[in-house]
């Protein structure tokens, strides 16, 4: 059997649901068959609903953990992440970069069932696909999806309805601020991609990620998650390249390298109002980039965390 990220995902999901009282999440079946997986928008989730969901989102390839990140003299609950081979993983199926909008309904997507439904440019370049016959789509909104989403997500994906598996939390949820903070080194292998790097040059990827405060509206839950990768994210990649590939990009990866860096996102966000892609695209980055050679062995680093920022953004 070939390795497929849906495959991996539906069983991790299936233990999920058979823990469904414990983790605080919910488990239905749509009219059509689809199953319906609420981890943070009608329940109440929890961490580790969010850990389940974030390697869910990395097809089952890679290894969630929680661990305190200290920022001078305050620390916060945060996510480390590790994976081989991360393109794979990270671009593949992580990136949320389906979106979805059917009806009411509007979600950003990620998992392994992008890899079935293709509906990016950037497959064409990283040239990844599944050959699953069940798809797993983790949909970040504050609204269920219904038949029609669903429905959708089938063609996309070439399957039945009711081979088809939605896992939802929204940006407010813990489940959701988890599964975010594990983006981290995905924002850098995208941010690679962004600035034509050959991804395929990178061999593992560490990082870490405060986990955002909850919070009372989808507003502040945007600033603060994005606040997090922003400002108090760090990333680890060994790669295979040359020194000097590597050391002309260097300082283009951090999020300080960005034109739009320097404050809360959630103002940010007014600014621009409402409109992510006005956003200077180069924003979205780790706070900290280390990248060593394992061709030459050397490390190369930059970037900063801005625990002024971040001590706003979350504790106020």
Known sequence: MSLS??????????????????????VSTLKNGTRLVD???KVPGGLLAGKGLAEICLGGLGEVSFLPLDYGDFSFSGISVAIDGPVLPCLGSQYAGWRVHRGKFFGMGSGPARALARTEELYETIRIQDDADSAVLVLESGR???????????????????????????????AGAVQIAARSVETAMHKLFELDFDVTKTLTGFGTCPIATPSADDLTAIGRTNDCVLYGSKVYLTVSSTDDEIA???????????????QLFRDLFKRYDGDFYKIDPFLFSPAKIAITNAASGRTFRAGRFNAELLQTSLLS
Do not use: F
């Open 248 to 262: 002309a990009l260097i300082d283009k990866i951090p999020s300080c390298a960005s034109r739009d860096y320097g």
């Open 39 to 41: 981890l943070g928008v």
């Open 144 to 174: 269920l999806p219904d038949e029609e989403v669903a429905e959708y997500v089938a063609e996309k994906c070439g399957v039945n309805p009711d081979r088809v598996s939605l896992a939802v939390a929204a940006t407010r949820s813990v």
């Open 5 to 26: 990220m849906n495959r991996r995902a539906v069983e991790i999901l299936n233990r999920m649901s058979d823990q469904a009282s414990a983790l605080g999440i919910s």
